[in-house]
T-cell receptor
């Protein structure tokens, strides 16, 4: 089964450090999404790629956040100078044109 | 942005009972999606709806795309303990902008 894969599953980091997460989408999916989810809330949209083009970014995505999808395959989400408020589950999803998005298991970030 | 209001926030039901939950918005969506999420895991897609009025089933789950395109409903019949979890609706706007409700937490008592 080649579903959406996210690494790492868990990350604990000290405040001020940089972290990078990776997402490997389902291979034939051209669309890739990043979401952030805090306890008791629904996923909040962060950014969206169609192939390698980053077509939309949420206002939630401050200058400390950057996402890439080189060659339209895997994607990385980097958070610089982490803050305690960045602690959350970071979810990646991919889809084809039909918008049926399939999610990975997420990366849980804890900033201490 | 497009706000989705999902209700109820939580439900406590007896095994075997039917469940209904809904999602409403002030905005029109092109697609409605329903997901289930277990603790510590990513959401799992249950049903996708593409046309106003569409009614789609997946086993004991049935979902409908509202006529106004501003709402959607999910029904679960004859609930079982493994139905426990958080159910999210998601509306897709403009074929790529996918927004989520806050979820309905379902508890099933055996």
């Amino acid at each position: 089964d080649t579903g959406v894969s996210q690494n790492p599953r868990h990350k604990i980091t000290k405040r001020g450090q940089n972290v990078t997460f990776r997402c490997d989408p389902i291979s034939e999916h051209n669309r890739l999404y990043w979401y952030r989810q805090t306890l008791g809330q629904g996923p909040e949209f962060l950014t969206y790629f169609q192939n390698e083009a980053q077509l939309e970014k949420s206002r939630l995505l401050s200058d400390r956040f950057s996402a890439e999808r080189p060659k339209g395959s895997f994607s990385t989400l980097e958070i610089q100078r982490t803050e305690q408020g960045d602690s959350a589950m970071y979810l990646c999803a991919s889809s084809t044109w039909d918008s049926r998005a399939f999610f990975g298991q997420g990366t849980r970030l804890t900033v201490v | 942005g497009q706000q989705l209001n999902q209700s109820p926030q939580s439900m406590f039901i007896q095994e075997g009972e039917d469940v209904s939950m809904n999602c409403t918005s002030s905005s029109i969506f092109n697609t409605w999606l329903w997901y289930k999420q277990d603790p510590g895991e990513g959401p799992v897609l249950l049903i996708a709806l593409y046309k106003a009025g569409e009614l789609t089933s997946n086993g004991r789950l049935t979902a409908q795309f509202g006529i106004t395109r501003k709402d959607s409903f999910l029904n679960i019949s004859a609930s079982i303990p493994s139905d426990v979890g958080i159910y999210f609706c998601a509306g897709v706007y403009n074929n790529n902008d996918m927004r989520f409700g806050a979820g309905t937490r379902l508890t099933v008592k055996p």
